[in-house]
């Protein structure tokens, strides 16, 4: 089938790229390049052997995304990767994170009715769930998020599920990520931010050959057990399969309507667990201290993987081990 992956060169549209075309389905992808590479476009078919069809365009320009279905009528779903994503930088500039976060959503369903287009996947976060939940989050937990870019990603949610109820014939799901870390095994593809990383493997990878000292632990004192915050770490080429199985039952079983799924593993890292395994892995290159807490982090955040197991048979298998090693590979393919 042809599938339209928007912000399909970023980290993990471009996995879910070849994840896609390694099963056989055609793949088109739109992106701005904000915050990712032409080259991308390259690897992905070093990687699969097939070329994806390519379009340079902003999901915000109406024009050029009708356009794009204009030209691709036979589009069968799209997974909607395209946005902004850092946390920091939503509280510094809300507006740009609405305006993209939010008219990318709406220009899509506009085209998609036009064409009549019924399938759409989109990339939510667990940062959706309210910080008070207990763990592990199961995805009827309470919602709420505590930023910017967690609002735009609930809004995005609520959205799509008023669309769907008064379009039934669409099937809409809600993928809720936890942490994506890792990268391909060829390491031709995985996460390159642009400056001083904010999340915790692209820091560490960045310290390892030597770009950055030292890592920065942000708080030894929560309620885990070593006192680090603990995450749901999930391999980036796991998190890929979830969205061509998402696809994929959509196509098997010709209507599902809305559905909403947790991607983690289940099993929730310390920080110094990911210190610990990394160095282990890789050789001792990480050094570390103890700093103090980053605003709004929490002690634990880890999910319930059962109902995606179950409804779509997908079952993260990559260990932190392999996350280690091949979140490294990719940065020392990509030093500066
Ligand atoms: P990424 O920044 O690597 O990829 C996003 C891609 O979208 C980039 O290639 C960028 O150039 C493109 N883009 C942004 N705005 C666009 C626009 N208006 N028009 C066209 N292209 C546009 O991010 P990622 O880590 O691959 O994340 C993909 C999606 O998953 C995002 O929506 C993100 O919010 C969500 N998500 C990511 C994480 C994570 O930790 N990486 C966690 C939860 C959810
Ligand atoms: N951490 C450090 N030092 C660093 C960076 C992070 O100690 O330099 C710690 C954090 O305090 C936290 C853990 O490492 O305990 C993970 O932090 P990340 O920034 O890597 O990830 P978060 O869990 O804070 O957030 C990420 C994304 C969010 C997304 C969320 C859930 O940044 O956008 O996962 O999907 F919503």
């Known amino acids: ?66 356009k794009l279905f204009e030209e691709n009528k036979d589009i069968f779903g799209v997974i909607h990767f395209a946005g902004y994503k850092a946390v920091g930088e939503s509280v510094a500039k809300p507006l740009m994170y609405y305006e993209n976060n939010l008219i990318s959503t709406f220009n899509l369903l506009k085209v998609m009715q036009k064409y009549n287009c019924k399938n759409i996947v989109f990339s939510s976060s667990a940062t959706v769930y309210s910080p008070k939940n207990v763990m592990p989050l199961t995805e009827d937990a309470d919602l709420g998020a505590s930023n910017p870019y967690g609002r735009t990603k609930l809004f995005n949610e609520h ?22 870390i890792g990268a391909h ?42 006192g680090t915050g603990v995450r749901d770490y999930i391999h980036v080429v796991d998190l890929a399969r979830a969205h061509s199985l998402s696809i994929e039952k959509i196509i098997r079983e010709g209507r599902i309507g809305f559905k909403v799924y947790n991607l983690g593993t289940g099993t929730g890292y310390s920080v110094l667990d990911i210190v610990n395994a990394f160095n282990r892995v890789n050789g001792d290159l990480v050094k570390y201290e103890i700093a103090a807490r980053r605003p709004g982090d929490i002690d634990e955040c880890y999910a319930s993987p059962k109902l995606a197991e179950e409804e779509l048979g997908f079952k993260a298998e990559k260990t932190l081990d392999e996350m280690c090693k091949s979140s490294y590979q990719y940065q020392k393919n990509n030093k500066k």
Do not use: W
């Not at 959205?159 to 994506?180: A, K, M």
């Open 159 to 180: 959205i799509l599920r008023d669309f769907q109820f008064v379009n039934p014939d669409y099937d809409v799901v809600l993928l809720r990520y936890f942490n994506p």
């Open 1 to 66: 089938m042809k599938i339209l992956l928007t912000g399909g060169l970023g980290f993990i549209g471009s996995h879910t790229a070849v994840d896609l075309m390694e099963r056989g389905h055609d793949v088109v992808i739109a992106d701005n390049l904000s915050n990712s590479k032409i080259e991308v476009l390259d690897k992905i078919k070093q990687i699969t052997g097939k070329e994806a069809k390519f379009y340079q365009i902003d999901i915000c320009d109406l024009d050029a995304l009708d």
């Open 185 to 226: 095994e060829s390491g031709l593809l995985g996460e390159d931010p642009n400056g001083i990383p904010n999340n915790l493997m692209p820091y560490i990878c960045k310290v390892a050959v030597g770009e950055l000292d030292h890592l920065n632990i942000f708080g030894n004192d929560y309620k885990t057990k070593d």
